[in-house]
């Protein structure tokens, strides 16, 4: 399939281990981030979301950091295991004009590499 | 959750020509995007297609290069047109239902120009 992400920072693990994948985001005022995986050749899938209110939201095998001081996201993954490889995407839902909005801006992204 | 189909999966165009991409969703939506994801990098927004109205582009993005339809609450087209070797993208639809806020994913049409 498709490769995306070939100049995207990368992220190597030994299978089992757990991964912590980092993002930056733009603005103060998004309330709303959402995690995507992104595997080749495919759209990105949804793993987790987290609201502006809430600093740690917990899934199955995944974690999700907020921290809204430095404008902070990520993601953490227990266990990661070969399936787990990926191009892994935050996004923030920034407000416009004062009004929340459904528009997604999507960091760099970062390529997981899980290593038996 | 939605089940997005996106036509054609890929596609090899010639200059000049122009491509339509078909986004089908499975139940209606409220919303419906289109973005562009450029070869290693990430997806930018192009535009926000309007049920019965003409959809909304961000900056960079006109309508004459990129018309939008939306003509109900499942299905929308992208039209890339008069196609350069820089319009070779992954070209994305994305939905949002009723039931929650986070955006859905079609799984994208290659296109290379050449």
């Known amino acids: 399939g498709e490769s995306v992400g070939l100049h995207l920072p990368t992220l190597s693990v030994q299978e089992g281990d757990n991964s912590i994948i980092n993002c930056a985001y733009s603005?103060?005022?998004?309330?709303?981030f959402i995690w995507y995986k992104q595997e080749s050749g495919k759209g990105p899938q949804f793993i987790i979301d987290i609201r502006s209110n809430m600093d740690k939201r917990q899934g199955q095998r995944v974690t999700v950091l907020l921290n809204k001081t430095v404008k902070h996201l990520s993601l953490q993954i227990a266990a990661t295991q070969p399936g787990d490889s990926a191009v892994y995407f935050c996004a923030e839902n920034p407000p416009r004009g004062g009004y929340n909005t459904d528009k997604l801006i999507f960091g760099t992204g970062t390529r997981l590499q899980v290593f038996p | 959750s939605a089940v997005i189909s996106q036509k054609p999966s890929r596609d090899i165009c010639q200059r000049g020509t122009s491509l339509t991409i078909q986004c089908q969703v499975d139940?209606?939506?409220?919303?419906m995007f289109w973005y562009r994801q450029q070869p290693g990098q990430s997806l930018t927004l192009i535009a926000t297609a309007n049920q019965g109205s003409e959809a909304t582009y961000e900056s960079g993005f006109v309508i004459d290069k990129f018309p939008i339809s939306r003509p109900n609450l499942t299905f929308s087209t992208l039209t890339v047109s008069n196609m350069s070797p820089e319009d070779s993208s992954i070209y994305l639809c994305?939905?949002?239902?009723?039931?929650?806020?986070?955006?859905?994913f079609g799984q994208g049409t290659r296109l290379t120009v050449v």
């Open positions: 139940s209606q939506v409220t919303m």
């Open positions: 603005n103060s005022a998004s309330d709303y």
């Open positions: 994305s939905v949002e239902t009723y039931t929650g806020t986070e955006a859905f």
